[in-house]
Each structure stands twice: as structure tokens, then as C-alpha cells.
């Protein structure tokens, strides 16, 4: 039984930086997709970033040049760094897992089985 929990989320002002990571503590698979959606009030989901066992990643455009999805395999640990955050990168982060080889791209949510709970991300 998977379970994805994020940490590291906050307040920061504009043109700052934040990081969040993604814990899989019960990860028994060897290849998989994980990614970071965030949805903002009133809005749809959204893919930020994705990244695979691999190590391959995809990025959103409006997440390219500034934030960097990252992995430790030996934490289980996928991690989401973010530069000059605007305003309009406020939400709630979320962590996504599947079971896969390749990601290729970010993807849906519903392609993806595994959720955490969240990790919110203000900028001011």
C-alpha cells in the first residue's frame, strides 16, 4: 500500500524560492512515474512536473527554467525545487505516484493511483 506524504510547503515571498518533497514510505515497486500537480482555488488541477526511476522528467511551461523536480532513491523521496515564485504559483501541492516504466510527460491525474494529502504554497 502506497502512501505519499508531502512536507515543506509554506509562505514565501514573491520572487523567492521554496522546496517540497514527497515521501513514498511503503514504496515495494522498482519502476515508477511520480509527479506534482497543484490545483488553486476555484481551478483545475494542474501538472507541475514529473519525474520517473529513470530519471527522466517533464516539466509544465510555466514550471520550466524555474523549478526542478529531483529524486533520492535511497529515501524514496522526490522533491520539487522552486525559484522566483509569482504569485499565481499559490496552491496546494500535491504528490502523485504510479506504477510505470516511463512517464513520458506529466500526464493526467487520472492516470495516476496514488495521492498525498497536500502541502500549500502561498506566495505573497
Known amino acids: 500500500h502506497v502512501q505519499l506524504v508531502e512536507s515543506g510547503g509554506g509562505l514565501v515571498q514573491a520572487g523567492g524560492s521554496l522546496s517540497v518533497s514527497c515521501t513514498d514510505s511503503r514504496r515495494t515497486y522498482s519502476t515508477y512515474c511520480m509527479a506534482w500537480f497543484r490545483q488553486a482555488p476555484g481551478k483545475e488541477r494542474e501538472g507541475v512536473a514529473a519525474i520517473d526511476s529513470h530519471g527522466g522528467t517533464a516539466y509544465a511551461d510555466s514550471a520550466t527554467g524555474r523549478f526542478t523536480i529531483s529524486q533520492d532513491n535511497a529515501k524514496n523521496t522526490v522533491y520539487l525545487h522552486m525559484l522566483s515564485l509569482k504569485p499565481e504559483d499559490s496552491a496546494m501541492y500535491y504528490c502523485?505516484?504510479?506504477?510505470?516504466?516511463?512517464?513520458?510527460?506529466?500526464?493526467?491525474?487520472?492516470?495516476?493511483?496514488?495521492w498525498g494529502q497536500g502541502t500549500q504554497v502561498t506566495v505573497s
Open positions: 502523485a505516484a504510479r506504477r510505470d516504466t516511463y512517464c513520458s510527460g506529466i500526464g493526467r491525474p487520472s492516470q495516476y493511483n496514488y
